[in-house]
């Protein structure tokens, strides 16, 4: 009986409006229940395959977003290496700017300290070297029209380098300059020095006149005829001849000395003293600072004497020495 019930078809009666007959439609159960479960299974199916298509665009469109993202992570760091890179370069170049300007402070000074050189030995006639000057070529900024070469292309990490050697070539030329402007200094006081004692060496010839008329040493005396000891050099010449210091120093007497006549004594550096005796006039006074050929006084013949001469003597360390070695 129930297997019977089962197979009798279903009738769907289908009405459409009051004009039209009624139609029937009979289906059995089995179909029935078959297509609506077909149709959604079909749905399911539509649907889990929606969502297995929009699962790999989703995947794909993730990778590419990696991917873009990536490359934006990339450029980003290639941005901010350049940009460390170029404030690297600036801070480099901001340093040598300022090494630089320090660098141009020394050299001034150390030039004004060699044209202070220069003066100093132009102004007291130091013989320079023979030597041809060599000419030093000139660095001048570039000039399009006088250059080429190859086209060599340099990175940042070259300049940097350029940039680190270049700042040791400042270091190293900053420790010259000031080894210069504190040896420069230092030469020329020795250089002052040096000439102070150079000048002060009485070597100079003390008249124009180049006669000797008596020799330093042992003689015959002039007045008395026997042997007698000649403290100095004596020179002929003529009354009113000018008398020359032979080094430069400072006068410690200048009077009449009964025998000596008028007279002028000199002390230089290295303990040395040169006096001038039987002068017609005195030029200078006791205390006066002279300087190597200057005029001190005027030959004559006062004092014991036979005639006009400049007895000029030369005492070291406070004994007489013959004049003749440092005049000749």
Known sequence: MKSTKTKQPITLLVLR????????????????????????????????????????VVSKMEQQLQLQTMTNNKMEITVSNREEAISRLQNEIINLSSDAQDMKGKMQRVNDLEKELQKFINNNNTSMSSEKTKTTPTITSDDPNHVGG????????????LTRETKDDFEELRKLLDSME???????????????MLAGIPNMWPTESHVISSSFGYRKDPFTG??????????????????????AGKVVEAEQGGARGLFIKIEHPEGLKTTYMHLSNINVAVGDSISKGDLIGKMGSTGRSTGAHLHFQVEKMNEVVNPLPYIR
């Open 17 to 56: 409006d009051a004009q039209h007959s009624v139609k029937q439609i009979q289906l059995s159960k089995p179909l029935l229940i078959a297509v609506p479960t077909i149709a959604i299974l079909s749905l399911s199916g539509l649907i889990i395959s929606m969502q297995v298509h929009s699962s790999q």
């Open 150 to 161: 190859e086209f060599i292309a340099v990175d940042t990490n070259d300049i940097l380098d």
């Open 182 to 196: 504190d040896n420069i200094p230092r030469m020329l006081e020795k250089a002052q020095e040096t000439q102070d």
């Open 226 to 247: 026997v042997a007698a000891y000649h403290a100095g050099l004596d020179i002929s010449g003529n009354t009113g001849d000018p008398i020359y210091a032979a080094g």
